[in-house]
């Protein structure tokens, strides 16, 4: 009995070694590098994201606000949000179709503070009122480091605001019947989660954690920010860190 609890030890210890050396030998994750607004005259701005457990091909939109929280520019957003026009838009013959579709739930808080209303009321872009091809770029399906910049030099302090979404992550509260008939929900599920940090250009500090502040709402029909977070679950795992820096 005595060598069985012995030797059930040493396959412990071994078990928790092995764990551990794997763990320390993890390989980095591999992340996209990219840049926007090269032609920026103002600070050069740096965001790197983590990617979660629960990060898979999520939206998102990157800008910045003053501390009153009034839009100042869009460092980034994804080129399909940016356009209205998706990949995988519609299906016909059992295929999908790149189209313009209007899906006001993606980055509603982002679309808001933007403030620029399409000919059918809604602020998230179409053709017509499309953001700049400098400030876009392709949705990166792995965690990223952008290097973009700000339109003009800026002083004191500012905000850098982060917004991402990731259709169909149901949970318990955000269930697919939650609101019948809303045809946006159904594709947001679990609404987008919006981050923020302060910089502050007197400081000496060169690295800013952004942290979550709020959800956005659920189908995109205002540009209110839901401050309540505990009914969201994996939407706050798709990042596992955002880092930004200002040079």
Known sequence: MYRLLFLSLIFIAGACTTGSVKKQNQVPEEKTLFSTNN?????????????????????????????????????????????GIFEYARQENNKWIKAQKRAPQTLPYWAHKRGIKAADGLFIPDDLTAVPDAYTGA?????????????????????????????????????????????N??????????YETIIDLESANDSYQMKPVGHSHYSGKTGELFPDLSTLTTALQIADSIIVKVR
């Open 39 to 83: 032609e920026g005259k103002g600070q050069e701005i740096t965001i790197d994201l983590s990617r979660g457990e629960s990060f898979y091909y999520p939206l998102f939109s990157i800008w910045l606000e003053d501390m009153d929280g009034k839009y100042i520019q869009t460092l980034y957003v994804a080129r399909s949000v940016a356009t």
């Open 185 to 194: 929900y159904t594709w947001s599920c679990q609404p987008a989660v919006v």
């Open 139 to 183: 949705t990166p399906v792995t965690g990223f480091v952008l290097t973009s910049h700000a339109d003009n030099p800026l002083t004191g302090k500012f905000k850098v605001m982060l917004e991402i979404n990731q259709n169909w992550d149901w949970n318990e509260y955000w269930t697919n019947d939650k609101y019948p008939g809303d045809v």
